[in-house]
């Protein structure tokens, strides 16, 4: 079946949610304890039940991560990076921005505080402000634009999960440990 990424990834999440309650009953069924000469409330628990549902949560996540690992390495954006490539280089966007975020905000001269206070001294930038906050604006636009380009392939692009329908609908969106 075909999905979104954007859905593929809300399935993941929800999968991962019921995996987590589901290890969780694991967690809090899987003993009982009773006192000497007492009858055991034993908890409604069973094993195979409970790990055959986490295998095949497991089964799904695998094959959803897959076809968006797929995807990602292979879509092409309009910018010409694939989705892979984008996400990379939104990374080093966001570091470029701190490091520019700091260079186009410091005054161009700063007087230091020193021993000697008749002479003080000054520290100065070695570069151009105005260079440093047009080169911020263009890393800040290159960003937005590769979001935007992420954004709208993630909610009108379909990609092949290897999932049936009865198996998507087969998710549980409401877990309750």
Same mark, same amino acid.
């Given at each position: 079946?075909?999905?979104?990424?954007?859905?593929?990834? &809300?399935?993941?999440?929800?999968?991962?949610a019921e995996k987590?309650?589901?290890?969780?009953?694991?967690?809090?069924?899987?003993?009982?304890?009773?006192?000497?000469?007492?009858?055991?409330?034993?908890?409604?628990?069973?094993?195979?039940?409970?790990?055959?549902?986490?295998?095949?949560?497991?089964?799904?996540?695998?094959?959803?991560?897959?076809?968006?690992?797929?995807?990602n390495v292979s879509?092409?954006?309009?910018?010409?990076?694939?989705?892979?490539?984008?996400?990379?280089?939104?990374?080093?966007?966001?570091?470029? +921005?701190?490091?520019?975020?700091?260079?186009?905000?410091?005054?161009?001269?700063?007087?230091?505080?020193?021993y000697n206070a008749?002479?003080?001294?000054?520290? $100065?930038?070695?570069?151009?402000? &105005?260079?440093?906050? +047009?080169?911020?604006?263009?890393?800040? +636009?290159?960003?937005?634009?590769?979001?935007?380009?992420?954004?709208?392939?993630?909610?009108?692009?379909?990609?092949?999960?290897?999932?049936?329908?009865?198996?998507?609908?087969?998710?549980?969106?409401?877990?309750? $440990?």
């Amino acid at each position: 079946m075909e999905l979104t990424s954007a859905r593929i990834n &809300k399935l993941i999440k929800a999968i991962d949610a019921e995996k987590q309650a589901l290890l969780l009953v694991d967690e809090r069924d899987s003993t009982y304890t009773f006192c000497n000469g007492e009858v055991p409330v034993r908890p409604n628990y069973d094993f195979n039940a409970v790990s055959d549902r986490i295998s095949i949560l497991n089964e799904r996540v695998m094959l959803l991560r897959h076809a968006l690992n797929s995807f990602n390495v292979s879509h092409v954006l309009p910018c010409g990076y694939t989705i892979d490539k984008a996400i990379i280089r939104m990374s080093q966007l966001e570091c470029e +921005k701190k490091r520019l975020i700091k260079r186009a905000s410091v005054p161009a001269t700063e007087r230091v505080r020193g021993y000697n206070a008749i002479n003080p001294d000054y520290t $100065a930038v070695n570069y151009e402000l &105005k260079d440093a906050k +047009k080169r911020l604006n263009d890393v800040c +636009k290159e960003i937005a634009s590769l979001q935007l380009e992420l954004d709208s392939e993630n909610c009108t692009v379909p990609i092949e999960t290897g999932l049936t329908q009865q198996e998507i609908e087969d998710i549980n969106y409401t877990v309750n $440990a």
